[in-house]
């Protein structure tokens, strides 16, 4: 529609042009077909701007103030009742309203960082005694504590931050959708949080500009790409607020189109192993960027990948100074495309401090890069990828916090006899667990059920407990990891060591060794990469009978003739073991069901509304001809009731 207006008006401008020049007659002469393609190629630019923005083109008028909502319009329709947490809601049969039900773990999460939130804002410490204190506080000594839902859709969440976090003292829950905002003023009057939680029908990015510096929390999880709505939420959140982000478009992030990356989040992505982490830390880069256009700075708390999205919880502050560290903290990566080693070029350095204190920033040094822009193990072009925020992704501190609130979920302690950080909440009724065994190295925790018999807080609690578990252990230092399968491929081995045996080897030659949430597989080390491959063919000529090293000059055969210099010994070390996974805690669980993964976007005529799941299996593989068929029976493959899924996806 926005592309028809647009090249009328250039059709009506070259007109105009032409009869002045004096030659109206050429335009008869233009073919139809090559004018329109030239008018559909010179905006290019301005249908991006209208596809970013395509949430907001099906509103009238984005910035007038809601309307009165037809409750009874939108209880009176088909729905059936959902039950998440203390909330309970309708939702239209007919996905008028968007709901999926895979998002809970991503909704409970925002809870729990909520709730961990809102105590660091209003003081005092972070237990369930603190939480009940202000929620019987009076409303004329309560401090304000704002929450903005931007894209609320069926207001599930902003209920739940206003029945499940004490203290909270007011709660936007926003919608473009008239039908959608119908349904959340509806859900609200059935919840009784109507002194709470606000309904409103605006434009999210005009209501966030408009509001700027005025809410503590700003959560913005739209249906695709955040990078529409980031300039606003940086705007619209407090100095020292939290911003709640989601990234629905994985793949772009992880490779699948690189310039389509770029076109959105101002750098390129790769695919890899270590994709997911690199998705991460492309969206920390956007927010970053986003932020220090306006003379603010981030903070990562929580970066998860789970299930087909990114969840990124970072805090927002302001500060000119901290901003000019940006550079720093960015870093171009240059991987090989079939071994995966990667160098990172930080794009900025910092000296020591001036005469006030404050840090002087200066240009970064060039990393020592092999020679031609080949890989200097195993001869492959380097390819480019990046800028990526090179910094932690976590804060070990904050997660900590989020355990200790779980209560009856998890808490944090050491396992190797160092004494707990004094911010994080010692064990309540509890002794000591006799199994477990001391470990070597570096302070490491764990995750421990208190034994009072109190049921969890969340339906998620135990995904919750192991997820934050992997971060906790993750190393803070090492940007991106490597993926064992991928460095069997690379050598084209017939086996591979196991991952005690290989950290145990890593450990053994005098390096730290962690997992990273995003991939069971992953190896994320301070270990050189030579020292990876050199302990790969040491393992392998150590199983392997005959050497079957290629003949031809090939990548394969570059790494399998290497040299190794280090001397390895994979047995398997106690240390080698997380406490995560000597706890048994679900680090990495599989889909329950078939089907899970992102919803159907919400409809806007409901007229003989067609099941989500026969539209999905009509339309699989459209694009090759038709539907794929299993032979035999007709039916489609997503029909079969198995799934295959890689362990560390789960879906939405």
């Excluded at 909330?87 to 049969?93: G, L």
């Excluded at 005092?124 to 009940?132: I, L």
């Excluded at 926003?174 to 709470?196: M, P, Q």
């Excluded at 990876?532 to 290629?550: C, E, F, I, K, V």
Aim: with cysteine; hydrophobic share 35%.
């Amino acid at each position: 529609m926005y592309v028809y207006h647009y090249c009328t008006t250039v059709l009506c401008s070259m007109f105009r042009v032409l009869t002045i020049n004096g030659i109206s007659n050429t335009v008869s002469v233009i073919k139809p077909s090559v004018f329109v393609l030239t008018c559909y190629q010179s905006s290019y630019k301005l249908r991006q701007t209208f596809t970013v923005n395509r949430r907001r083109a099906n509103s009238q008028d984005c910035n007038t103030q809601s309307q009165p909502f037809d409750i009874a319009m939108a209880t009176n329709s088909e729905h059936h009742i959902i039950k998440e947490g203390l909330a309970e809601i309708m939702c239209p049969s007919a996905n008028q309203v968007f709901y999926n039900p895979v998002q809970e773990f991503n909704r409970d999460l925002t809870v729990a960082v909520v709730n961990v939130e809102i105590v660091a804002t209003l003081g005092g410490t972070n237990n369930v005694a603190q939480c009940d204190e202000l929620s019987h506080e009076t409303s004329a000594n309560r401090k304000r504590f704002a929450i903005l839902e931007a894209l609320s859709a069926t207001g599930l969440r902003s209920i739940r931050f206003a029945k499940e976090v004490p203290g909270v003292t007011m709660v936007t829950a926003n919608d473009i959708s008239s039908s959608a905002a119908a349904i959340i003023a509806a859900n609200i009057e059935r919840n009784g949080v109507g002194h709470l939680v606000t309904p409103s029908n605006r434009d999210a990015v005009a209501l966030m500009k408009e509001s700027a510096g005025s809410y503590d929390v700003i959560d913005v999880d739209p249906y695709g790409s955040p990078c529409g709505f980031l300039d606003a939420a940086v705007e619209g959140v407090t100095s020292g607020g939290l911003l709640c982000i989601t990234f629905t478009d994985v793949a772009i992030l992880h490779g699948k189109n690189p310039e389509t990356c770029y076109a959105r989040y101002g750098a390129s992505s790769l695919r890899a192993g270590c994709g997911h982490e690199m998705a991460l830390r492309i969206g920390l880069h956007a927010v970053s960027q986003s932020a220090a256009r306006h003379g603010r700075y981030i903070e990562p708390l929580v970066s998860l990948r789970a299930d087909f999205y990114i969840r990124l919880f970072v805090r927002v502050t302001r500060g000119q100074s901290v901003v000019k560290g940006n550079a720093a903290a960015t870093s171009i990566v240059y991987m090989c495309p079939h071994c995966e080693s990667h160098w990172l070029q930080p794009l900025g350095g910092a000296r020591g401090p001036d005469s006030r204190g404050q840090p002087l920033y200066c240009a970064a040094s060039a990393v020592e890069m092999p020679p031609g822009g080949r890989c200097a193990h195993c001869g492959t072009g380097l390819r480019v990828g990046g800028p990526i925020w090179a910094g932690p992704i976590h804060s070990r501190e904050y997660i900590g916090r989020i355990l200790a609130h779980l209560g009856s979920g998890a808490i944090q302690r050491p396992v190797d006899g160092t004494p707990p950080d004094a911010t994080q909440r010692p064990v309540e009724a509890t002794q000591p667990d006799a199994t477990q065994r001391p470990v070597e190295g570096p302070p490491r925790y764990a995750t421990q059920r208190l034994v009072d018999g109190t049921p969890p807080r969340y339906a998620t609690q135990r995904r919750m407990e192991g997820t934050l578990a992997v971060m906790l252990e993750e190393l803070p230092d090492v940007p991106l990891h490597y993926s064992i399968d991928k460095l069997s491929a690379a050598l084209k081995l017939r086996g591979s060591p196991t991952q005690l045996e290989l950290r145990s080897a890593l450990i053994a030659a005098g390096y730290t060794v962690s997992y990273c949430h995003t991939n069971k597989l992953s190896v994320k080390t301070n270990a050189p990469a030579r020292v990876l491959w050199d302990l790969m063919l040491l393992w392998h000529r150590a199983h392997s009978d005959t050497d079957p090293t290629p003949s031809s000059v090939s990548a394969v055969c570059q790494l399998r003739r290497r040299t190794p210099d280090i001397v390895a010994d994979f047995t398997v070390r106690p240390e080698a073991t997380p406490p995560s996974k000597f706890n048994k805690l679900a680090r990495f669980p599989l889909n329950p069901t078939p089907n899970w993964g992102p919803g159907s976007r919400a409809k806007r005529l409901a007229n003989n509304p067609e099941d989500l799941v026969a539209k999905r299996l009509r339309l699989q593989g459209k694009r090759s001809g038709g539907s794929k068929q299993s032979e035999g029976n007709g039916t489609t493959l997503a029909d079969s009731g198995t799934v295959s899924v890689d362990s560390d996806s789960v879906g939405r």
